[in-house]
């Protein structure tokens, strides 16, 4: 680990600030872990003091160790809130002073604001010589197209070099995103039936309540499929369906999952009814920042298939959406049933809101009957408040990971470039199919939305 670290958000009074890293960063202070500060850079006029009080209610609700006047005080020393016009080169030159006046080193600058931006803030960082040994990190989506994406690239790296550029992808820090690959391989009892013989289907749900908040001006241009499905979702899809790693190495890991990403096959144009559901929530339209006409999806659910031994002919069903009856994060898997032997197995892996593992398996009734019923075993991970004060928050395990430069805890240009390339596809299967968007009641149950993915 290095000395005392200076962490840079650009874009720092936009919602993901509040609601994820400053509850983050609060959350590493409470526990003492790391020496840093916080340079937040935002357009408005504010003081510290103004940025603190701002903060003070997202982190009393967000943050997991509760707030006092104490830390939230000794917090606020460590915040320091710079305004800048971000295409304004004088402004970075101000930047660097402040860093020098308050011997600050260690940069690693975080990209919080929209893709268009990433290229000028690092031209302007170059011309006042601030990149030397920085690290970046940028969030999603990265690029607003595949050819902006590989421009971004070329970009950064040249700027920053590739070891030093970092895409977050949050849900790899999720306690039980990381938790699928031990649940998978080191139980024999899962590792050895984890295939097309024994699995029926599968299925990935990040499932909302919450609507597109102050978000809309972002999220009215990417949608439910690049703003989760081809990042948060397809980084869980290619952990569930990766072959086992040969050696336990960060890059072995991306290999593999690369190669589950390449293989997923083309949805086929003449299907695409039966593999894609696109809806968007009544009153959409009427968000905040959000086009009166707009034709962007709240909600998305694909058929995918993985084109490989393993996985030949098993649907995996992947779906998100906003503004539902629930908010459910999980990963499900069918088993196939034995026949003339009960139901099938379900396993389902539980990522939000409650963390942990839930089986459903077949015993015989209890008593004279010779009857099969089905039984559960649940594991509930965040009801034990051991593992729930022990459980870093995911943004608070990947800014711990950047100072620690561990690249395992995020994702891989590889990784983006080919979901790009598949998102792509996609996008023109839906086009070539003018397909209908369908307009769902706020708080609707998903399963009221995709019931033409799960007939054969
Ligand atoms: C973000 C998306 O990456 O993830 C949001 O941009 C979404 O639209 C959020 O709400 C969900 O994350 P979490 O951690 O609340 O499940």
């Not at 609060?26 to 020496?35: M, R, T, Y």
């Not at 967000?62 to 104490?70: C, L, M, P, T």
């Not at 690290?135 to 970009?155: I, M, S, T």
């Amino acid at each position: 680990m290095m000395g005392k670290v200076t962490y840079t958000i650009f874009g720092g009074t936009g919602d993901l600030s509040f609601r994820k890293l400053i509850p983050a960063f609060f959350n590493i202070h409470a526990s003492g872990e790391l020496d840093f500060n916080i340079v937040v850079i935002g357009r408005r006029d504010y003081t510290t003091n103004d940025y603190c009080q701002l903060a003070y209610e997202w982190v009393v609700k967000h943050a997991r160790y509760k707030v006092d006047e104490v830390n939230w005080q000794t917090f606020c020393q460590i915040i320091h809130y710079i305004q800048m016009d971000l295409d304004n080169a004088m402004d970075y030159q101000k930047l660097m002073d402040y860093y020098q006046v308050n011997n600050m080193n260690n940069h690693i600058y975080y990209f919080a604001v929209a893709p268009s931006y990433f290229g000028i803030i690092s031209n302007h960082l170059v011309s006042v010589n601030a990149t030397n040994q920085a690290k970046v990190v940028v969030e999603k989506p990265f690029g607003n197209d595949l050819e902006d994406a590989k421009r971004l690239y070329q970009q950064l790296i040249y700027h920053f070099g590739e070891d030093n550029v970092y895409y977050i992808d949050h849900y790899l820090g999720k306690e039980m995103v990381r938790n699928i690959m031990t649940i998978r391989f080191a139980n024999p009892m899962f590792a050895s039936v984890w295939n097309r013989e024994y699995i029926d289907y599968v299925e990935i749900n990040a499932l909302e309540t919450l609507g597109v908040e102050t978000r809309g001006n972002y999220y009215d241009h990417v949608g439910a499929l690049n703003d989760m499905v081809a990042n948060h979702l397809f980084q869980i899809l290619s952990i569930v369906a990766m072959e086992p790693l040969a050696q336990l190495t960060s890059e072995q890991l991306k290999v593999n999952q690369l190669n589950v990403l390449t293989q997923l096959k083309p949805v086929d144009t003449n299907d695409v009814n039966q593999s894609i559901v696109l809806g968007q929530y009544d009153g959409y339209r009427n968000e905040m920042h959000v086009n009166t006409n707009s034709l962007t999806e709240t909600y998305a659910a694909v058929k995918l298939y993985i084109d490989n031994p393993r996985w030949m002919g098993v649907p995996f069903i992947i779906q998100t959406g906003k503004k539902l009856d629930r908010k459910q994060m999980e990963v499900i898997i069918h088993f196939k049933p034995v026949p003339g032997y009960g139901k099938a197995n379900i396993l389902v892996i539980k990522i939000a809101p409650n963390e942990g593992v839930y089986y459903q398996f077949n015993i015989k009734q209890p008593g004279n009957s010779d009857a099969i019923i089905q039984t559960s075993m649940d594991f509930c991970q965040s009801c034990q408040d051991v593992f729930r004060i022990n459980t870093p928050a995911a943004y608070e395990r990947l800014l711990l990971a950047l100072a620690n430069s561990d690249h395992a805890m995020f994702s891989d240009w590889r990784l983006i470039e080919t979901s790009w390339i598949y998102m792509n596809q996609l996008k023109q299967a839906i086009a070539h199919n003018a397909q209908n968007l369908r307009i769902y009641p706020q708080g609707s149950n998903a399963s009221f939305l995709n019931q033409s993915l799960f007939s054969e």
